[in-house]
């Protein structure tokens, strides 16, 4: 695993301090805080895997926490079921509940989504309600602590319990986010359109990410059932669902030491904003905290005056409030209020996000990929030689009649085209001729009017894009989609998904399996970063990178595909002289190795020092086709597009 040193002290640290507490501070109360902590803080990784990584909404999660807390006490209360069958039963019941509204609304985004997990969690609570022969309706059930190798838990013994099963969770969580199935996740929030046509069905892992996410609400609801010892549907209702939200936004996303914090926090503050005397302590330390941050931030010039004034004063404000009430029970909901508002205005990427940019630490986006740096064959031979049959020259992709109608405008209007195996066809034709929306027909992400296209003598036509892209057409975008916040040797590893066969048993429990495809993977990721010449910026940020190494790093991700057909759209767009030299050496050094490319390009000299052939777009017809010469010197093509340009 791919932990640094520290890193693993500190969580080692951190198990031994939270395993001792309970043996230091006898206290009852405190014991059950923590344990509570540790539940929602096991909802809370899951929860982040679907609004940190994939970046959907779910407001179901207190349902589905709801759904495990219910699995278990219903199984206790009914058949007496021992904890080693209750807890499996919850995860696996929650994850089909998960699955069950993942996939009908993981159809829709955004507001829809939030919507339709909004009235999922309202219906389980209502069922919960209604369904009294099973769940003994708005009595409730009431549960003991349940036993372990035929041994009755007490409070510390079940704290220990629930230890584990953090633990457990937490490594489980950590092993799936840095394997395939996690750039996955990331890989969908970052672009949708570039997962599907790297072969990485965005549904399919939304899906994924929501059923695995539901699995770990499941065991989080059945340890709590057996922590309150007694369960009542009224726990699991909205107000719960969005101190998860909220728990995951102050802590911060994509962060297990933010999930934490965000469950201690949600747990906490309730608590201490009862209490007057522990919410002046608590006030003016954060004045302090705040005035301290705001003083560090202007001398190091990151903070104007007026930005730094506005938190000072607010938490000076709230501080001052504190001793000037003399009891909370009207204000406790204002005030929670109110730090929420200003958790989510001021700290964006949460707490642990806003010290992580305090201490100027960038978030660390290695995975188990960086264990293998030193990986890696001679580039060129990453590139795999296009295998299957068919001769040179034979057509590898045909369309017929291509229609694709935009209300009233026809941007490709009855289009042919054939592309012979083994060589480089241009597409030509001024901006708006319909270059891109043929790349867009031909990866399936857009379904032409009417038409026919075949691939290798199977249609493409209304498969999804993944499915494409999977059967070996890979592409480049106009406006490069990478996925920015992954390192450029994770963007070419989503490429190499396909190659992944590992299921996820095998990644939690880094089978030998997994260890192999891993090793393998990475060793072609960096093999083919060589290839484009990004071999030393295999760690670097995409999003960092210069906008020509972008476009090199988008061919490394196609290629990883292991592509027979490589769309290319403007790839020379923006560079540099010097730059477009290498890409037209590695243009030729693609097709050396056997695969057939179709190259959108406004650069003639690309465009007729490369390709064998060329078809000319306008007004989404083609008016010319042939060898580049003959076309660069037709009378329709000079009056069309090249006229002003050739002159
Ligand atoms: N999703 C869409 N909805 C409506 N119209 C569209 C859509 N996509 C493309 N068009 C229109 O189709 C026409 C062809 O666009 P397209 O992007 O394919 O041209 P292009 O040849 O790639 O141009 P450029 O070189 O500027 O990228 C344009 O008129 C464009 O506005």
Redesign the pocket.
Known sequence: MAVNRSQALLAVAGVAAAALFPLVLHNPYYIHLVETIMIYAIVLFGLDIVVGYTGLVSLGHAGLFGIGAYTAGVLVFKLAAPLWLTLPAAIAVTAAFGALLALPALRVTGPYLAMVTLAFGTIIQILINEMSFLTEGPMGIKLDKPALLGVKLDEVGYYWVVLALLVASLVFVHRVLRSHLGRAFEALRGSPVASDCMGVSVYRYKVHAFVISAGLAGLAGALYAYSEQYISPNTYNFEQTVLFLLAIIMGGRKTRTGALLGAAIIVMLPKLLDDIDAFRMVSVAMAVIVTAGAVVALQRGKATAVQAAIPVAGSLALAALSFVLTTMTDWRLSIFGLITLFVVYYLQDGIVGFIRSALNRQRSVADDAEDTQALGSAGADAVSQAAAGGARGEPLLQAQGVL?R??G?K??NEVDLSIARGSIHGLI????????????VLTGI?VPTAGAITFDGRSVVGRTSSDIALSGIARTF?NVQLFGEMTALQNVLVGLHHSFKSGLLDVSLHTPRYARENLRGTARALGLLRFVGLGELAHEQARNLPYGKQRLLEIARALALEPRLLLL??PAAGLTAPDIKELIAIIRKVRDHGITVIL?E?HMDVVMGLCDTVSV?DF?QKIAEGAPAAVQSDAKVIEAYLGGQAA
């Open positions: 694709m935009f209300g405008l941007a490709l034709g001024p901006n708006g001729s319909g270059k891109s929306t043929m790349m867009n857009y106009q759209d403007e959108i406004h777009l989404g």
